[in-house]
């Protein structure tokens, strides 16, 4: 979490933690600038990622 955080601080964006996954593991959601001169995408900010595919 530690390198993850730095490198999302160094780009300009922020890291947040949400509790643990559906997995077990950590479940956190990085969130960064758009690059200069690209179209922001369209994104769903119904809550934190969640894999379709189960393991």
């Known amino acids: ?15 947040t933690t949400h509790g643990k996954a559906p997995e077990g593991g950590a479940c956190f959601a990085v969130q960064l600038p ?3 001169g690209t ?7 119904d809550g934190p990622y969640t894999p379709r595919t189960p393991r």
Do not use: E, F, V
């Not at 730095?6 to 922020?14: D, K, P, S, V, Y």
């Open 1 to 15: 979490m530690a390198i993850a955080r730095r490198l999302t601080t160094r780009l300009g964006g922020a890291i």
């Open 34 to 36: 758009p690059r200069p």
């Open 39 to 45: 179209a922001t995408p369209d994104i769903d900010s």
